[in-house]
């Protein structure tokens, strides 16, 4: 065995243990979700929230664990709300969106097509973390889903890629380390800066026509680096720093997804425009 490899297995598995710790991993199940009003396919869109809200979950995470706060919170101001899973690879439970990224976009595709069939809306409206929040662009961009997406909004999104504070520059002193990398976890390798899906993503513009985006990112973002690569450029962009709202927040990459209830306040104004109201630090009693 190459002597960097007795470095990578223990590296890697440390990454899932910490993973393990940060999301409630089988805390929760489908059918929780159900009864927490979300992923109810009897639901009818409003007058007032007339498209289905889709969340997106983030590498690692899954359809149930990432949305325990951001799901409740959009189905008690009165969406139809449906999460998915995507990514899976085979042998790895509950921890998801690590396969490639073309191909969890397929996923989202079909996902996104049984809303729409169930609901009778023309468009939904799709909300993602971390990697949730890029790969969707690619669904928009290729698989025709601007066509059936009035706006996405990406919280935390690594929309051109990570460097993981400078680590992943560390790889080509490790003879083989992204070649392996890309045939175990294809999702991983396609999220470094400068990957080839990600050249392919953002070549010809950021955006496409009829889709409205939002950005939401933190300053205390320490998985998503440089942290103001995960802005857009493009017509129909807002990109909203959490610290412009309020400064005391704190939120880093996981909690800005999964408990910040400014970012929450955030989602809520980037689906329903027309009804926007100021976000700040009094948010949370919001």
Not at 32 to 48: E, I, L, V
Not at 215 to 239: C, F, H, K, M
């Amino acid at each position: 065995m190459l002597p960097w490899k007795r470095v990578l297995r223990p590296l890697a598995a440390l990454l899932l243990t910490a993973a393990v710790a940060v999301v409630p991993a089988a805390a929760a199940t489908a059918s929780d979700a159900t009864a927490s009003g979300w992923n109810d396919y009897s639901c009818k869109p409003s007058a007032a929230h007339p498209r289905p809200v889709v969340l997106v979950h983030g590498t690692f995470g899954n359809s149930v664990d990432n949305w325990l706060g951001l799901a409740p919170y959009l189905v008690g101001r009165g969406y139809c709300v449906y999460s998915l899973d995507y990514g899976q690879l085979p042998g790895v439970p509950l921890f998801n969106g690590l396969g490639p990224i073309d191909k969890s976009a397929g996923q989202l595709s079909a996902f996104v097509d049984t809303v729409l069939a169930a609901t009778g809306a023309a468009e939904a409206d799709l909300v993602g973390h971390s990697q949730g929040g890029m790969m969707p662009r690619y669904y928009l961009k290729f698989l025709g889903g601007a066509a059936k997406v009035n706006a996405l909004v990406g919280i935390a999104p690594d929309n051109h890629g990570t460097d993981l504070d400078g680590l992943t520059h560390l790889l080509p002193y490790f003879p083989g380390a992204e070649d392996l990398l890309k045939a175990t976890t294809p999702g991983l390798a396609d999220q470094i800066a400068g990957s080839a899906f990600l050249t392919k993503l953002n070549a010809g513009g950021d955006t496409v026509p009829g889709v409205r985006y939002t950005v939401i990112a933190t300053r205390q973002d320490e998985v998503v680096t440089p942290w103001r690569t995960q802005y857009l450029s493009g017509s129909d962009v807002r990109n909203v720093l959490l610290q412009d709202l309020c400064p005391l927040d704190l939120s880093e990459h996981l909690a800005i997804g999964l408990s910040d209830r400014i970012a929450f306040h955030e989602v809520a104004n980037a689906l329903d425009p027309a009804h926007a109201t100021a976000t700040g630090c009094a948010s949370v009693f919001s």
